[in-house]
């Protein structure tokens, strides 16, 4: 090829390849920007609800009845907790734990608010839920690469955690969050920490558990607004399996979007519940 024909030949293509060069540099730049923003999805697979036995369930009468064979609550209080009984909402067949249900068999019988009974009750709704969950996914147990527990008001040791683990034979390097202390937030709570993770991590699989225990948090005092949760709460938990594999996007009952929540700091919020010894003491029992 003569010089002169070569010469011309590159000037020819010389704005091309230029022009091709900056799109390039412009498409790439944008495809790092997306995957630099981009969060895996999150999918909620689908869920289970704890359902108690028969032999939790009682009756309006029967928890009255139970409240005053705890032999420290006041006439008053006893009436004031058949009104707000009365108002609640609450069936008439709701769940009890074993250890407060156990003084219906026996007049002289009192709640058992040791900590065997507590966890037995926590086990009982725990190993329940995640194991119809399970089932309900299809989820191997070893498969779940992520475990957040959440009770507010019971924290033994071993954890929660651990006993989920332990009981369905988990893997050993599965990233596990026991939370306490959290109150009525605390599923939210578990949710967002559940979707943070899976933000991170691709091709994960996440069980979030939430529950609350009854057996050490009967109140009894007769101080009135704290007589409310004697006839409020009640045995229940859940289990949620979350996954970002795209496989399970095809078969998840929701996608999860935001998580919004707002963590109140004033006085009024931080004392808006607290635990204290009558919970536990009876001789603070009127």
């Given at each position: 090829m003569p010089l002169e024909t070569a010469r011309a030949l590159a000037m020819t293509m010389h704005p091309v390849l230029f022009d091709m060069g900056w799109r390039g540099t412009l498409l790439l730049l944008c495809l790092v920007y997306f995957w630099a923003r981009h969060h895996h999805p999150v999918y909620l697979v689908d869920f289970a609800v704890f359902e108690p036995p028969e032999s939790w369930k009682l009756t309006h009468e029967e928890l009255l009845e139970c409240m005053r064979r705890q032999k420290c609550f006041t006439d008053e209080s006893l009436s004031f907790l058949q009104r707000i009984l009365a108002k609640s909402g609450t069936g008439p067949a709701t769940a009890w734990p074993p250890g407060i249900v156990r003084c219906l068999h026996s007049e002289d019988m009192v709640a058992d608010q040791s900590v065997e009974a507590a966890r037995k009750e926590s086990e009982m709704v725990i190993c329940d839920v995640v194991r119809h969950v399970l089932h309900r996914t299809a989820t191997d147990p070893k498969s779940v690469d992520i475990l957040i527990v959440n009770c507010s008001l019971f924290s033994p040791t071993p954890s929660l955690c651990a006993m989920v683990m332990s009981h369905f034979e988990m893997r050993s390097d599965v990233m596990s969050y026991n939370l306490s202390g959290m109150g009525c937030s605390a599923s939210l709570i578990a949710i967002e920490m559940a979707q943070s993770i899976l933000r991170s991590y691709p091709n994960r699989t996440a069980l979030v558990v939430s529950t609350e225990n009854l057996t050490q948090n009967l109140y009894h005092g007769n101080e009135r607004s704290m007589l409310l949760q004697n006839t409020l709460f009640r045995c229940g938990g859940?289990?949620?399996?979350?996954?970002?594999?795209?496989?399970?996007?095809?078969?998840?009952?929701?996608?999860?979007?935001?998580?919004?929540?707002?963590?109140?700091?004033?006085?009024?919020?931080?004392?808006?519940?607290?635990?204290?010894?009558?919970?536990?003491?009876?001789?603070?029992c009127l």
């Open positions: 859940a289990a949620v399996v979350l996954s970002n594999k795209w496989r399970d996007g095809q078969r998840a009952k929701y996608k999860l979007l935001h998580v919004v929540r707002t963590h109140g700091v004033s006085k009024e919020a931080y004392e808006a519940w607290r635990r204290t010894s009558q919970f536990l003491d009876r001789t603070f």
